[in-house]
């Protein structure tokens, strides 16, 4: 399982959390917020034309948003 996890991941670049996961990641609380961020989908959308590896996204509620903005392609 492992091995499946670890092939899969291993294009991702990015991992997008929705709150409840990004809540269990708890190593993450101390890392500052940047205010003057535009407006979600559109940080993605940015975030998309930008990187050269995939994203991957953790959370239902953040997916379904994702999905619903056009933003996943597989």
Do not use: C, F
Not at 25 to 49: I, S
């Amino acid at each position: 399982m492992h091995t499946y996890i670890n092939d899969l991941d291993r294009s991702v670049g990015t991992y997008l959390y929705g709150r409840r996961t990004y809540e269990v990641t708890g190593a993450w609380e101390t890392l500052g917020l940047d205010l003057a961020q535009p407006p979600y989908p559109e940080v993605v959308r940015q975030m998309k034309a930008g990187l050269e590896r995939d994203i991957s996204i953790g959370g239902p509620t953040l997916a379904a948003r994702a999905i619903e903005a056009g933003l996943v392609d597989e």
